[in-house]
């Protein structure tokens, strides 16, 4: 949510950051900006509404400094819009911030500010933190790190900054506090950045920054401090293919990391087969067998895709190890005083591993004795640290907003988990070998899946012009319909509204009309009759229906199918959802949207 770049080094900074946001733009696409310090003491400030394109066809040419900050935002206090776009300045522009997460208490500090004089540029919150480090200038003799360190002590909320004092053109400061902040350690040059893309391009040396740490960026290197102490930091070498952030031939990012399942369900399974138990070996953790016998209960925690990937996670583990599981939206579990149970399993499931409300969960599961374990996709992100054990997805960077290949992992990984709490429990060895090869044969059936792409688009683009769609499913097909009617809804703006296929006749079935058509999800599974009972009743009201299972056949009760290979049933949710990522896809496409940047949307939620 909202993107950070900074450089300090040899090189032209300004290409540097630019080429940066645009890795991150992701993160939040309503304005962009950049500053520079300037000759006499003054920022030279760039930004505008809008892409970062836009700002980069703005900046003039030949801009030579070697230390930079930049961001692209995704709006929380005031509209998007040129002043209030990033970054900001103090009244002598002397001082400029960049931030992401949100002030709390800004409304407070504006009003006081204001009351000493001071006036303000920008509706935001982040404009009150350059006033602020400016005022500590005036209060005495001390450089930007003490100044930037005496007014976070003011601040209540969360941030990642990063501040320049014109003044000190040799310098950065930067801070984090419930905000992703990374350190990148080159030769004479140090980066900061939300996030990792920003860069793997330039080094693989990484500092991931904590909560409370304050940072002073130097071109020969960094000093962290906590608490006006000394820090050590060391920087860890990041596994990441610079590649894995090029988009190579694909049109769009989605397209791309949708082709990408193959290889990352591969990556997810490598190393954690135990063929000789017919179980899962899942090192990361941390639970004895005897403590693993001892879970009654598995409890799931994501939101948005994470929710619907931990739903689905819940249905696996129930299913195959027969242990009772749920999973809920995080924050309506963090805000409803959940009862703590110590023979609970609680799984935080994150691709950044950063949301908010997601990390505020598992502090409250912490809180209050409970044991919690990530499933996340970020190597060393604070959802990862505070938990301390769990799965790594290993399904490589995602970069769309919408998560495709990070949801098929994430329900691979509980497929292992599910495996592992089985087999330590009743799960028989045969199911055990045949959940297995079911496992390894998901690749190869995703890519049979892909291959039918041509087909899917048609169907998209004839469905695109219906204003909206149901998605119903039973049982194993009800969370595939609620993450297809997601996707539906992120990328094409179309209204989708997912149910279970029995609900329909309970009041959904009154919006049954030729142009609100219905994606019904129909494994061969022992529902299969009561699902074409379903159809046959929309069929009844002049309904049309498009189907997403295993029989050709099909065809004869509805308008449209889509077939996708069988596997064990447990695992067929797995694949009936690849069609429906594709469904939605192609129909954004077809109505022009910008796939990769949705409106309204970001990827990484580190606010409320
Ligand atoms: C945002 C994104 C979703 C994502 C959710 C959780 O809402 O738009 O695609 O599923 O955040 O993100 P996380 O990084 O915790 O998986």
Not at 37 to 60: F, I, Q, S, Y
Not at 266 to 274: C, H, M, N, P, Y
Not at 336 to 345: A, G, S, Y
Request: charge should be negative; include cysteine; charged fraction near 25%.
């Amino acid at each position: 949510m909202c993107g950070i770049v900074a450089y300090i080094g040899r090189r032209p900074a300004v290409p540097l950051v630019v080429d940066g946001l645009r890795r991150l733009e992701y993160r939040g696409y309503d304005s962009a900006g950049l500053a520079i310090p300037d000759r006499g003491d003054k920022m030279a400030v760039h930004k505008t509404a809008g892409r970062v394109d836009d700002l980069a066809a703005r900046l003039p040419k030949r801009l030579t400094a070697t230390t930079a900050i930049g961001h692209t935002r995704w709006a929380t206090h005031g509209v998007p819009s040129d002043v209030n776009a990033h970054p900001h300045l103090d009244t002598a522009g002397r001082v400029a911030v960049v931030h992401n997460g949100i002030v709390e208490n800004a409304a407070e500090l504006r009003a006081r500010l204001t009351a000493e004089g001071v006036v303000f540029a920008s509706d935001t919150d982040t404009e009150v933190l350059a006033h602020l480090i400016a005022r500590e200038f005036a209060a005495g003799e001390r450089g930007l790190a003490d100044a930037v360190r005496i007014t976070l002590g003011h601040i209540a909320g969360t941030y990642g900054i990063a501040v320049l004092d014109a003044t000190r053109p040799d310098e950065i400061v930067v801070a984090r506090n419930g905000s992703p902040l990374l350190l990148g350690v080159g030769e004479r040059e140090v980066l900061a950045a939300s996030d990792l893309s920003a860069l793997v391009t330039h080094t693989r040396r990484v500092v991931h920054l904590q909560d409370g740490d304050l940072a002073v960026l130097r071109a020969g290197g960094y000093e962290v401090h906590r608490d006006g102490a000394p820090a050590s930091r060391v920087p860890e070498v990041v596994d990441i293919e610079p590649m894995a952030y090029e988009l190579g031939p694909h049109p769009h990012w989605m397209h791309k990391e949708i082709h990408e399942q193959p290889a990352a369900v591969e990556r997810a399974l490598t190393g954690r087969i135990d063929d000789r138990f017919a179980t899962a070996h899942l090192g990361g953790l941390g639970l004895s067998p005897r403590e693993t016998r001892e879970i009654r209960r598995v409890v799931i925690l994501g939101c948005g895709s994470a929710y619907l990937a931990g739903r689905l996670g819940a249905q696996l583990v129930e299913e195959i190890a027969r242990i009772p599981a749920s999973a809920e939206p995080a924050a309506e579990f963090r805000y409803r005083n959940p009862v703590i149970e110590p023979d609970t399993l609680y799984v935080a499931v994150s691709q950044s591993g950063e949301t908010y409300d997601t990390l505020s969960a598992v502090q409250e599961v912490q809180r209050k004795g409970g044991r919690v374990v990530g499933v996340v996709g970020m190597v060393g992100s604070a959802i990862a640290r505070e938990c301390g054990s769990g799965i790594y997805l290993h399904a490589g960077p995602e970069v769309s907003v919408t998560s495709t290949k990070t949801y098929t992992a994430t329900a691979v990984a509980f497929a292992l988990l599910a495996l592992h709490l089985g087999r330590v429990r009743d799960l028989s060895p045969a199911d055990g070998r045949r959940l297995i090869a079911g496992l390894r044969a998901l690749p190869g059936q995703i890519a049979e899946i892909l291959a039918s792409e041509k087909q899917i688009r048609e169907v998209a683009a004839r469905w695109a012009s219906y204003p909206g769609m149901l998605y119903v499913g039973r049982v194993r097909g009800a969370v595939v319909a609620s993450e297809g009617a997601l996707k539906l809804k992120e990328v094409a703006y179309l209204h989708a509204e997912a149910y279970p296929a029995s609900e329909l006749k309970h009041g959904p079935l009154a919006l049954i009309s030729p142009d609100r058509p219905v994606v019904a999800v129909i494994p061969d599974d022992e529902l299969r009759d009561k699902n074409l009972g379903t159809v046959a009743e929309v069929k009844a009201r002049d309904g049309r229906v498009l189907a997403v299972g295993h029989d050709p056949e099909l065809k004869a009760a509805a308008d449209e199918v889509l077939v996708v290979p069988r596997n064990e049933p447990e695992l067929d949710p797995v694949l009936l959802g690849i069609p429906l990522q594709l469904l939605a896809y192609h129909a954004a496409v077809t109505l022009g949207h910008d796939v990769d940047r949705p409106r309204n949307l970001a990827k990484s939620v580190t606010v409320e």
